[in-house]
Nanobody, 114 residues
Framework: QVQLVESGGGLVQAGGSLRLSCSAS????????MGWYRQAPGKQRELVAT???????TYADSVKGRFTISRDGAKNTVDLEMNTLRPDDTGVYFC????????WGQGTQVTVSS
């Protein structure tokens, strides 16, 4: 059974940085796309960034130039480096892996204070 475990969330002041990590276990075969999504209080879950097996990346407009996604295909891990954080980056960040179906982590809280 595929499991995703996130780490690295926390509380940071505006302008600060955080690095999120996600590790996938129980995977048989390749994960075509891994990514990060977030959900702010009272809002729908939204895409933050994704990365394919080949290294192609996609970013939400709101995080372009501030966040960087990377992955280690051999280890089935995906990281999200978040710089110049803003209060509107606050939310629960979820790791996602696309295999024959989508898998989600339990989420990690990121809080950016002004």
């Amino acid at each position: 059974q595929v499991q995703l475990v996130e780490s690295g969330g926390g509380l940071v002041q505006a302008g600060g940085s955080l690095r999120l990590s996600c590790s996938a276990s129980g995977v048989i075969g390749s994960i075509y796309v891994m990514g990060w999504y977030r959900q702010a209080p009272g809002k729908q879950r939204e895409l933050v960034a994704t990365i394919t097996w080949g290294g192609d990346t996609t970013y939400a407009d709101s995080v372009k130039g501030r966040f960087t996604i990377s992955r280690d295909g051999a280890k089935n891990t995906v990281d999200l480096e978040m710089n110049t954080l803003r209060p509107d980056d606050t939310g629960v960040y979820f790791c996602n892996a696309q295999l024959s179906t989508a898998y989600w982590g339990q989420g990690t809280q990121v809080t950016v204070s002004s």
